[in-house]
């Protein structure tokens, strides 16, 4: 069997700004969890600058760019503030996700099959800067098919309804959930597409999508921030990448 690749863990550092926010002032400092997220074995850093500003903040993007060796992954909408935003700031990658100010979090995929008009020539800009474009999407091949054709290198499939379908202990929905994960790697590999995943993932589910040999990236955020409370933020990631790499280990799919 060829080896396969690296599965990279990138940290999601938005609800450490939403605790700092929740009093105000400068700490926590959501660069500083960065750099400890990257010691303790991140391969890159995620932040998600809302319209509306509740968790990251511009000269947090800014810092992180700045600050910070490994790659920054800038989610954001797709809306002309956010492409000016990002195209000065220069991320490594972005990826466009859907956003609804009345939402607690991201609620579902990008509409990459309704909006491919709007998507193709936003995705086409930030490529033309140098910057990695990936689309948050649900795991159907209608939207990885959607992907391809808007030129996306990168699909990041919302791994949230089988998260809560465990969470839940509703084994039928989420064995259902599971196959549509599976199925939807599989495709984005045929049409030449990079696979990530990311959205509710705990130690548990970490582990079991770890064992896809086409998803070569997790953003994994609020559950880790979660566990820090805790043992501590490295404590935290070190265990994420622990589980991972167990689940790495027993790959299904990955053929002789």
Request: overall charge negative; hydrophobic content about 45%.
């Amino acid at each position: 069997m060829a080896p396969l690749p690296h599965l990279r863990l990138g940290v999601n550092v938005d609800h450490v700004a939403t605790v700092r926010n929740a009093r105000g002032g400068d700490v926590p400092d959501p660069v500083r969890a960065a750099l400890l997220a990257i010691a303790a074995g991140a391969d890159g850093i995620t932040a998600h600058l809302r319209e509306d500003r509740r968790h990251i903040h511009d000269d947090d993007m800014v810092r992180l760019k700045r600050e910070i060796g490994k790659p920054l992954n800038f989610e954001m909408a797709a809306t002309e503030q956010m492409l000016d935003i990002a195209l000065k700031i220069k991320p490594h990658a972005t990826c466009l996700v859907p956003e609804k100010r009345t939402e607690r979090t991201t609620e579902g995929g990008l509409d990459v099959i309704g909006a491919q008009g709007y998507l193709k020539p936003f995705a086409s800009e930030l490529a033309h800067a140098g910057i990695r474009v990936s689309l948050f999407i649900e795991p159907s091949l209608e939207a990885v098919e959607a992907a391809a054709t808007i030129g996306a290198p990168v699909v990041e499939l919302h791994t949230g309804a089988w998260c809560n379908a465990v969470i839940q202990s509703e084994p039928g929905k989420a064995g259902a959930e599971f196959a549509r994960l599976v199925s939807a790697a599989a495709h984005a590999e045929t049409c030449g597409i990079e696979c990530h995943a990311g959205h509710g993932l705990d130690f548990g589910t970490a582990r079991e999508i770890a064992r896809l040999p086409q998803v070569v990236e997790l953003n994994i955020g609020h559950f880790l921030i979660g566990e820090a409370i805790f043992v501590g933020l490295e404590a935290s990631i070190r265990k994420m990448r622990a589980a991972m790499d167990a689940g790495r280990a027993a790959v299904i799919g990955a053929g002789p």
